[in-house]
């Protein structure tokens, strides 16, 4: 189905939806609606109810819709819920596959700040939504009493987010609704949708792809500009003005852009320091093109000289993902296991890497410098759901980035690529383009 669609509008199975020049880019509605009949063969014949994220509080606050709702239907408005109801043909009542997508009352004065929005009375909002059916929010109790009213076991096959507070008010409403003394238990709808965001389909590839690509020309810009006496910031800067100017909508993360003692800190955001001669510089930045993440880290001289101790330790980094790299077999490694003793795991193989190369200044060895994990997914979240240490197979995206943190050194490096596992079970490397050695490095500094 997604082929013929991919057919049907040339060779990109993904397209612009509206004229806008930075528009998001949407795959057509049956690959949407696909994933929905996906879940609802998960849900043992009973209903899931998913909610769409809010309009912020504060309307000027950035928004994003949520990251499963968007993964179902491609609707990027806050405040919908859809609900699907899993085909149950020998129940007390049989159920065909049903799905609604319910959509908010108005709110005109907001929309003189937010921008106008459609409803269930939309002319044409099937068609624009792709969903089979549409109808107000204020319909969705009523749905949810009409289907547990006629069977009521249904009310323990009940999957919601378990955090989204509508879902509880949603569940013991209806509980009211239908004279229950306690609402009941629902389970976790985000388990199933996490199991099917993990294995990527050719258009999620090519939005995943074009995220690496706008990464890509932001990294290069920062190593084209980076020298002593430029701030932190001013790096984070020119590369969220490169990742804007490719077609991305934001960073998928906060810019990391940590130099001397600052590369240490892994999650370093506050970019308040000037860079000086001499010091390493880690840059752990990237964007999201049409809501599909990148993530990219590169560490790069300031001076663009890796001083001898720098490189020493850039290229046991270097040399920890290539032995990762190597060691891949798809179907049988694993990634993100943190307790580094399953041969399967390329966090064992990467770790062990390290901790036999090199020495810190005391003579002893690196591992305990790396503090974190190989790698995660990649996805519509930059740390895509998964159950780790999670099996790599054809179709996931995920992330290879060891690193080694001396602060007594002002020492941090970590080396991050994007990888796709090929329907041949090979690895490609996203981010090829980047340079990865040391050497590469220093000559994309040099091209200034
Ligand atoms: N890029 C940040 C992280 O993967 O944790
Ligand atoms: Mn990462």
Redesign the pocket.
């Known amino acids: 189905m997604k082929f013929r669609w991919g057919l049907l509008f040339g060779l990109s199975v993904v397209w612009t939806v509206a004229s806008a020049a930075n528009a998001l880019e949407r795959q057509p509605a049956s690959v949407y609606h696909a994933r929905r009949v996906a879940l609802a063969d998960h849900l043992q014949g009973g209903i899931a109810v998913l909610f769409a994220a809010e309009e912020p509080q504060l309307d000027f606050m950035p928004y994003r819709q949520d990251s499963d709702f968007y993964y179902l239907t491609g609707w990027t408005e806050p405040g919908a819920a859809l609900m699907i109801v899993g085909d149950a043909p020998g129940a007390a009542t049989p159920r065909a596959y049903t799905e609604i997508l319910f959509l908010p009352t108005r709110d005109l004065r907001m929309e003189k700040y937010t921008g106008v929005k459609m409803d269930a009375a939309t002319p044409g909002i099937v068609q624009a939504t792709g969903v089979d059916a549409v109808e107000p929010m204020t319909e969705l109790p009523a749905e949810m009493n009409k289907l547990i009213g006629a069977d009521r076991r249904l009310a323990t096959k009940l999957w919601t987010q378990p955090l989204a507070p509508q879902a509880k008010a949603l569940v013991e409403f209806t509980a009211a609704t239908l004279g229950m003394t306690s609402a009941p238990e629902t389970k976790d709808g985000t388990d199933l949708t996490a199991q099917l965001r993990v294995e990527k389909d050719p258009g999620e590839i090519e939005l995943l792809k074009k995220a690496s690509e706008a990464s890509i020309k932001a990294q290069f810009a920062m190593m084209r500009a980076v020298k002593p006496g430029r701030t932190e910031r001013a790096i984070a800067g020119l590369m969220t003005a490169a990742w804007m100017e490719n077609g991305c909508e934001r960073p998928?993360?906060a810019p990391?852009v940590g130099s001397g003692v600052n590369s240490t800190t892994?999650?370093y955001s506050a970019n308040d320091r000037m860079m000086e001669d001499g010091d390493i510089l880690l840059v752990?930045a990237?964007c999201e093109y049409s809501m599909y993440a990148s993530?990219i880290?590169r560490t790069v001289p300031v001076n663009g000289h890796f001083t001898p101790r720098q490189r020493e330790i850039y290229n046991i980094v270097l040399g920890a993902q290539q032995a990762a790299i190597d060691a891949f077999v798809a179907g049988k490694s694993t990634i993100n296991d943190r307790d580094r003793q399953d041969p399967n795991s390329l966090d064992t193989v990467a770790y062990n890497y390290i901790n036999t190369h090199g020495k810190d200044l005391h003579g002893d060895p690196l591992g305990k410098y790396w503090l974190?994990g190989l790698g995660?997914m990649v996805g519509i979240d930059?740390?895509d759901p998964a159950a780790y240490p999670a099996v790599l197979k054809p179709g996931m995206v995920f992330?290879i980035?060891p690193g080694i943190y001396i602060p007594e050194e002002k020492l941090g490096v970590r080396i991050?690529c994007d990888f796709l596992v090929g329907e041949d079970g090979k690895l490609i490397d996203l981010d090829a383009a980047l340079p990865h050695t040391a050497d590469e490095v220093e000559a994309a500094m040099r091209a200034k």
């Open positions: 998928s993360y990391i892994l999650h752990d990237a993530d880290t974190h995660h930059v740390h992330t980035e991050e």
